[in-house]
């Protein structure tokens, strides 16, 4: 099969087709979702874990090969080929009316907004949260999971149009070209409740635009891996300062957060109150394209690869 690894060179290269181990299902892949963390592998900062493949992509859509059936998969590894192998659990039914495209752009960003806005920040109804990047891969869908969780959505944007499109989504735009403290105080003069972070060197500053015993979970470091953090803003608002990755966890950890999250949403998947959005779709040959434009940050939603 032709796959894609981690080689500066992106180039697809022949591999063997995997053979799955127990508990594992073959899935033939159709598309595949580019994220951040793949850019982060080929330069050397996010290694894969011990025992996984070097081949790229965290999911997929396509068929099961043992019974025919539309799935969508988180995976560890292995998503930028034309199979791959992937734990049972770990693999979703394709609702009706979203097609393969739009499938692949699904597990990653459903798996880790649901793990770090229900199961981290505990974002419940009448909650105010805050989610950076909100046009982004994982923005789309954390702004409107957040919503249809009940609480009220603030998310940031760069510039008029995007931040309508995210409006557009539900949440409240804040556009971060301009001052973001100020906007978040105009809209929560309170402060926020929960806090999705992204750029992780802005610690220090998105803590003091958070509510009495407010949350903010860091899990991705876009800005750097430093930051400086005011203590006693901590210890006087019992603020909460969390942390989380989705790839290096268990296999039962995964399971978990996939089963917790289909349940949720995919029933709002399949009846449109939840929409995934891909940006632009590329051919396999083409992913070296494909992560220079995830890194010009200009998608909306995510880009995907087609196999």
Request: with cysteine.
């Amino acid at each position: 099969m032709l796959a894609v690894t981690d080689d500066a060179n992106l180039s697809p290269t022949d591999h063997p087709v995997p053979a799955p181990g127990p508990g594992e299902v073959l899935v033939r892949v159709e598309y595949a979702g580019v994220n951040r963390a793949d850019l982060s592998q080929v330069a050397g900062n996010y290694p894969p874990p011990p025992g996984a493949s070097s081949i790229l992509g965290l999911e997929v859509s396509g068929t099961r090969v043992d019974t025919g059936e539309r799935v969508m998969a988180l995976l560890t590894s292995g998503g930028y080929a034309q199979y791959v192998a992937v734990p049972e659990g770990q693999v979703m039914s394709v609702p009706e009316g979203i097609d393969q495209e739009r499938a692949a752009a699904i597990p990653e960003s459903l798996a880790t907004a649901w793990s770090n806005l229900v199961d981290i920040l505990k974002v419940g109804s009448g909650d105010t949260v805050l989610i950076q990047g909100g046009s982004g891969s994982l923005g789309t869908f954390a702004v409107q999971l957040a919503r249809e969780l009940g609480a009220n959505v603030l998310a940031t944007a760069g510039g008029p149009d995007r931040c309508r499109q995210v409006e557009e989504l539900g949440a409240t735009a804040i556009d971060h070209r301009g001052d973001v403290a100020e906007q978040v105080k105009h809209h929560a003069p309170d402060g926020v409740d929960a806090i999705l972070d992204i750029v992780g060197s802005d610690v220090g500053q998105m803590l003091k635009l958070l509510a009495l015993e407010g949350r903010i979970a860091i899990i991705s470091l876009q800005g750097g891996t430093k930051a400086e953090i005011p203590v006693g803003l901590v210890m006087v608002k019992r603020l909460s300062v969390l942390g989380s990755t989705l790839r290096s966890r268990p296999k039962e950890e995964k399971v978990e957060i996939i089963r917790d999250a289909a349940e949720f949403a995919l029933p709002r998947l399949a009846d449109g109150r939840i929409v995934p959005f891909v940006d632009r779709a590329f051919p396999l040959g083409q992913a070296k394209e494909a992560h220079e434009h995830v890194r010009s940050g200009s998608p909306f939603g995510k880009v995907v690869l087609r196999i």
